[in-house]
């Protein structure tokens, strides 16, 4: 539209004046609001942004190779792929807490992006070139729920940190602080982003590490993985995916129930579809889906996911349950 379309100018150009002809760098989360942050820096100062893509080995099914390819192929963006899945699963070995599993993602992420950020840094300045800016794909809800400018101090100091120069300052560069996340779509659909990267559900920063119940390991986060390939499959075959806010699908590993297979008893893991819709994830409602394709999801998985033999439905809103099962 009109209105995007002025946005995008808009914005590219202030980009253009704020970065001039220094270098920035763009963490990637495989989430809407960075990718169409890259995209528009990408646009405005194209070879002069490096992005930075953490695969820590909790992503689902495809999602790395979502990021690695089609992101790519949609701006022409210059990609490092750091794979850090050993270290995050060495990290996160044996621990069932919550609490623990979230700090420890945390931690490791940021020390992952700074080594990243670090060698970027030092690529540059053997080129003679000076990394000033680091982009951020904040947006309004984000600024004012975090009481104006406050919020953004927190996400530098997240980021600008120990292993850089003492004077190595980053400067953010933060193109959809202004915007809404419907208004956001309709910039990365306007800057040509597939529909597939525009129009994502959100998934949480820890990723399946928080949706195993119980310690996250290899064989675990197979399971999900293909569980959740499943329900994603058939929920957009039914055309539901704007429907629905999200559908986490959690993996309950250290329950097992008695089934029947065959002749077989089988003895394996529930998992939990929870579906909601919701306006800002604030609160949330569970999604009536249509019961055909629950039962599709249902058979699919049971059949098709080796140690799972049940799936079961989360019929909690929020609250007083989280959208999330940790
Ligand atoms: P809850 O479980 O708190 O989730 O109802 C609300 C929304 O936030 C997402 N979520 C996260 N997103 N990092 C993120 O980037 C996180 O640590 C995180 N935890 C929850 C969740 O998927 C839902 O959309």
């Known amino acids: 539209s009109w209105t995007t379309t002025s946005i995008v100018d808009e914005q590219v150009a202030a980009i253009r004046e704020q970065v001039g ?10 989430g809407v609001d960075s990718a169409v942050a890259a995209a528009l820096v990408q646009k405005a ?20 190779e979502q990021v690695e390819k089609d992101f790519v192929a949609a701006t022409g963006v210059q990609l490092k792929v750091v794979d850090a899945a050993d270290r995050f699963l ?12 979230r700090k420890i993602i945390g931690r490791e992420f940021i020390r992952v992006f700074e080594q990243a950020q670090a060698e970027l840094v030092a690529e540059a300045g053997a080129a003679g070139e000076d990394v000033a800016f680091l982009v951020q794909g904040t ?8 009481g104006g400018g406050s919020g953004t101090a927190n996400i530098k100091s997240h980021h600008n940190v120990g292993g850089l120069p003492e004077d190595l300052e980053f400067e953010l560069v933060e193109p959809l602080r202004k915007l809404f996340k419907d208004e956001v779509r309709m910039v990365g659909q ?25 310690a996250v390991d290899r064989e675990r986060l ?6 959740d390939a499943i329900a994603r499959e058939e929920l957009t075959a039914a055309g539901l995916d704007r429907d629905i806010w999200q559908c986490p699908v959690v993996l309950l590993a250290d329950v097992r ?7 077989g008893r089988t003895y394996g893991h529930p998992v939990v579809l929870r579906p909601v819709s919701s306006e800002d994830a604030m609160t949330a409602d569970w999604s009536r889906l249509p019961y055909d394709v629950l039962s599709r999801i249902s058979t699919r998985i049971t059949n098709e996911v080796r140690d799972v033999n049940r799936v ?9 349950g989280t959208i999330e099962w940790e």
């Open 21 to 30: 002809s220094k270098r920035a760098i763009c963490g990637l989360s495989g």
């Open 45 to 64: 100062i194209g070879t002069q942004l490096t992005c930075v893509y953490v695969d820590h080995g909790l992503m689902r099914k495809g999602e790395t």
């Open 90 to 101: 060495d990290a996160l070995a044996g621990v069932s807490d919550p609490e623990q599993k």
């Open 139 to 146: 947006l309004y809800p984000d600024v004012v729920e975090s």
């Open 190 to 214: 306007e800057l040509g982003l597939p529909d597939e990267i525009v129009q994502r559900q959100p998934f949480p920063g820890p990723g399946l590490g928080i949706r195993i119940v119980g």
């Open 222 to 227: 197979d399971l999900l993985r293909e569980a």
């Open 257 to 263: 129930s008695v089934g029947v297979q065959g002749d």
């Open 312 to 320: 079961v439905l989360d019929i909690t809103s929020k609250p007083p």
